[in-house]
């Protein structure tokens, strides 16, 4: 199934998304996407609403150099645990939504990444039983304010700025995470490409560590790292994050 959320003539909903690439239709979720959703009846074709971030976390937990390459283009190590941090869930923005550029920015990196939506509330889960606590998978940009980054030694000011969380275009819930490729454009221009085998610890890892450290609630996102390959962005480009199974994220880029 893919959920979503759409803005349409009526107001803003969850919706399942069905129906063929570029003829689809938004059918209308009552209350929300957990569990096993009810449907009211209403439909509208996907075409004349408003695709939006499929979600709004309480929080996103994001783990940091989770492929070996891209640890060694920062310059360190792959690290033995998987290093876990926060992005505000202000950060978060749709499909076609601008990412903003801060005033204060010198250079603001893409980091293409599947992301992973917590379907239930959850404490320790062991590694074995993740897919239990899975509501689906989508695709995220986890955008980085790189020389703020490495100023500040720790993280939450470069990767927290609004805008800063592209999600989408949609959660698919039966994807098999476990070997797919991503790839991130820039203009036309594949600058990432990898695969999710390639990642240090996997998503049944990602979860146990995470849950030994805290409770995990319906809609959280994981960010589960970023291969190789990142790089700048400016105004006037556009950034497009694609996991096959699920779609494309695409962004443009503005200045504040």
Not at 17 to 31: C, L, S, Y
Not at 173 to 180: A, G, M, R
Request: hydrophobic share 40%.
């Amino acid at each position: 199934m893919k959920l979503g959320r759409i803005a349409s003539p009526d107001g803003v909903a969850f919706v399942a998304i069905e129906g063929d690439p570029g003829n689809e239709t938004a059918r209308e979720i009552a209350e929300h996407p957990f569990g096993d959703p009810t449907f009211t009846g209403r439909t509208w074709p996907l075409s004349q609403t408003r695709v939006l971030a499929p979600i709004l976390a309480t929080k996103i937990i994001a783990i940091g150099k989770n492929y070996a390459a891209h640890a060694a283009e920062m310059g360190g190590e792959a690290p033995a645990d998987p290093v876990i941090f926060l992005k505000p869930n202000t950060s978060i923005v749709g499909p076609e939504a601008p990412i903003v550029r801060p005033a204060s920015a010198t250079r603001v990196d893409f980091e293409g990444e599947l992301a992973v939506v917590i379907g239930r509330p959850c404490k320790d889960v062991p590694a074995a039983k993740a897919k239990d606590v899975i509501l689906g998978y989508t695709v995220a940009n986890d955008v980085t304010e790189r020389d703020q980054q490495k100023y500040d030694g720790q993280w939450t000011r470069g990767k927290g700025y609004d805008t800063f969380c592209p999600l989408g275009p949609w959660i698919v819930t039966d994807l098999d995470p476990s070997d797919v490729a991503i790839k991130t454009e820039l203009d036309g221009q594949v600058k990432q490409s990898s695969r999710t085998s390639l990642m240090l610890h996997d998503i049944g890892e990602i979860i146990e560590w995470v849950s030994s450290v805290m409770t995990l609630l319906p809609g959280d996102v994981i960010l589960t790292g970023t291969p190789e390959g990142i790089g700048p962005m400016v105004a006037g480009q556009r950034v497009s994050v694609t996991v096959d199974g699920i779609g494309t994220l695409s962004n443009p880029v503005v200045d504040k």
